[in-house]
C-alpha cells in the first residue's frame, strides 16, 4: 500500500488531501509544521511527499524538498501560480508541482504519475532542471491551468539545446516566452536576438540574418556580421517564421542542421551555437499539407512546442493583467490609479480578439482618460463601452450578472465575487471579511489562492 506525506499548515488541506488519497486506498499522514514532517519521513519511508510551499514557519517547503528529495519523489503545492514558482521547484528537484486551486483529478494523476515513475526507477524519482542561479522578470502574468502547465514546459525546455516551436493568436505573448527560456537557460548571460521575419523581404532577411561579405550586393561597403552570428553562445528568436519564403526556408533548414551558415557572397561557412527558438501565429501543420511550410524545416523547428492560450480562454487571468497595466500605467503617469466597481467585470467579460496585448493598450487609454484616482467603466475604449452596453441590455437589471454571464466554473465564480466585494466596500480589508462572513485570516488566504492583491488599509 502505498503511504503519502501531506504537509500543510491549514488542517482543512490536510483533511482535504488525505481524503482524496483514501479514495484511491493510499494510506496517508498529516503534517501541520516543517518540524512534524521531517519527524514523520525519519520514522516512516514514504512513497510521495506532498508539500505546501508557504507553511507559515521558519522552513518552508522548498526546505522540506532539499531534504526529503532523495528519499521520494516530492510534489509541491502553492497559491502563486507563476513561472518563478514553477522554475523554483523544478531547480530544487521536485517531480511536480500543482497550483491552488487545484483539481482532484490533477492531484491523483500527478501523484499516480510520481509514486510509478518512482517504483519504476528504483530510485529518486525526482527531475531537477539544471538551471542558473540568474532569475529575472519574464513578464508572463497568469494562473490558469493553461498557463501553469506553460510555466511548467518552459521550466523543463530551458536547459536543454533543443528548439523551440511557440505557437498562438497575436498579442498573446510568444516572445515573453521565447526570453523566459532563454533567461532561464545556461544561455542567460548570452545574447536574445530577435527576428520578425515577416517584416522583412526575402532578400533583406537573408542579409539580415546570414550578414554579407563586402561588394555582395550594392552599399555592402564592409563585411559585417548577421543576426545569427551575433546571437553566438546565446538565443536566437524567430518571430512570425511562417511568413518566410519558400528559398529562405531551405537556407533556414541547412543552418539549422549544419550548425553553419553562410554570408551572402562568401564562399565559406561559419560554425555559430546559437539555440532557435521560432514563434507563428499560422497553424504550420495546415501549411505543410498545403505546400506552403517545408516539412522537413517545420519538424526541425517543433522538436518542443509550447502553446501560448489566448486570452478569453483564461479570463481569470484578465484581472491580473489589468492590475498589473494599471500600476504600469499609474507610475509611467505618476499619479496613483485604481479600479472603479464595475470595471473588472467589463474587462473580464470581453473576448479580447487582441489578447494581452491589446488589454494592455485599452488600460493605458484608460489610465490616460481616468478622472481622479478611479479608471471607471465609462474610461474604457469606445468599443468597450459598445460592449458593456450590450451585455447590459442582454443581462437584464442586475449589475451582478456581469460575475457569471460567461457561465464561469465555480472557482472563478468565487474568484470574481471576492473582487465584487472588495470594490463594494472600498478595498477595506475588515469589512469584506464581514461581508464574507470569514475571519481575516481566511480573506488572506483567498486572496493567495486567487492571486488577488489587498489594499494596505485595514
Not at 504600469?328 to 466597481?341: N, P, Y
Not at 472557482?411 to 477595506?428: A, W
Request: hydrophobic share 40%.
Amino acid at each position: 500500500m502505498k503511504r503519502i506525506l501531506v504537509v500543510d499548515d491549514d488542517r482543512a488541506s490536510c483533511e482535504l488531501l488525505r481524503e482524496i488519497f483514501a479514495d484511491q486506498g493510499w494510506t496517508t499522514e498529516t503534517a501541520q509544521t516543517p518540524e512534524r514532517a521531517l519527524a514523520l519521513a525519519s520514522a516512516t519511508q514514504f512513497d510521495l511527499v506532498v508539500s505546501d510551499v508557504n507553511l507559515e514557519a521558519e522552513q518552508t517547503g522548498l526546505d522540506l524538498l532539499r531534504v526529503l528529495r532523495e528519499r521520494c519523489p516530492v510534489i509541491l503545492v502553492t497559491g502563486f501560480g507563476t513561472l518563478s514558482a514553477a522554475v523554483e521547484a523544478a531547480r530544487e528537484g521536485a517531480w511536480d508541482f500543482i497550483s491552488k486551486p487545484f483539481k482532484v483529478e490533477e492531484v491523483i494523476a500527478t501523484a499516480r504519475r510520481a509514486m510509478e515513475a518512482h517504483e519504476a526507477s528504483g530510485a529518486d524519482a525526482s527531475a531537477p532542471a539544471e538551471l542558473t542561479a540568474r532569475y529575472e522578470e519574464s513578464g508572463l502574468t497568469g494562473r490558469a491551468p493553461a498557463m501553469i502547465e506553460l510555466y511548467k514546459e518552459i521550466a523543463r525546455v530551458a536547459p536543454s539545446r533543443s528548439t523551440v516551436l511557440v505557437v498562438g493568436e497575436s498579442g498573446t505573448g510568444k516572445e515573453l516566452v521565447a526570453r523566459a527560456i532563454h533567461k532561464h537557460s545556461t544561455r542567460a548571460d548570452s545574447p536574445f536576438v530577435p527576428v520578425n521575419c515577416g517584416a522583412l523581404t526575402e532578400t533583406l532577411l537573408e542579409a539580415e540574418l546570414f550578414g554579407h561579405v563586402r561588394g555582395s550586393f550594392t552599399g555592402a561597403h564592409a563585411d559585417r556580421k548577421g543576426l545569427w552570428e551575433e546571437a553566438e553562445g546565446g538565443t536566437l528568436f524567430l518571430d512570425e517564421i511562417g511568413e518566410t519564403s519558400p528559398a529562405m526556408q531551405v537556407k533556414l533548414l541547412r543552418a539549422l542542421q549544419e550548425g553553419e551558415i553562410r554570408r551572402v557572397g562568401a564562399t565559406r561557412t561559419i560554425s555559430v551555437d546559437a539555440r532557435v527558438v521560432a514563434a507563428t501565429n499560422r497553424d504550420l501543420e495546415k501549411d505543410v499539407k498545403t505546400g506552403k511550410f517545408r516539412e522537413d524545416l517545420f519538424y526541425r523547428l517543433s522538436v518542443v512546442t509550447l502553446y501560448v492560450p489566448p486570452l478569453r480562454e483564461r479570463r481569470g487571468d484578465i484581472p491580473l493583467l489589468a492590475e498589473r497595466f494599471l500600476r504600469a500605467a499609474a507610475t509611467s503617469a505618476g499619479r496613483t490609479l485604481r479600479f472603479a466597481q464595475g470595471t473588472l467585470a467589463v474587462l473580464a467579460a470581453y473576448d479580447w480578439p487582441g489578447n494581452v496585448r491589446e488589454l494592455e493598450s485599452a488600460i493605458e487609454y484608460a489610465a490616460l482618460h481616468a478622472r481622479g484616482t478611479e479608471v471607471a467603466p465609462e474610461d474604457l475604449p469606445a468599443k468597450l463601452q459598445t460592449f458593456e452596453a450590450r451585455a447590459r441590455a442582454a443581462a437584464g437589471p442586475s449589475s451582478l450578472t456581469t460575475l457569471y454571464a460567461d457561465l464561469p466554473p465555480l472557482d472563478e465564480l468565487e474568484r470574481r465575487y471576492l473582487l465584487y466585494v472588495l470594490e463594494q466596500v472600498h478595498g477595506n480589508r475588515t469589512r469584506a471579511a464581514e461581508v464574507l462572513k470569514i475571519d481575516r485570516r481566511t480573506l488572506y488566504r483567498m486572496a493567495e489562492r486567487f492571486g488577488v492583491q489587498l489594499d494596505s488599509e485595514q
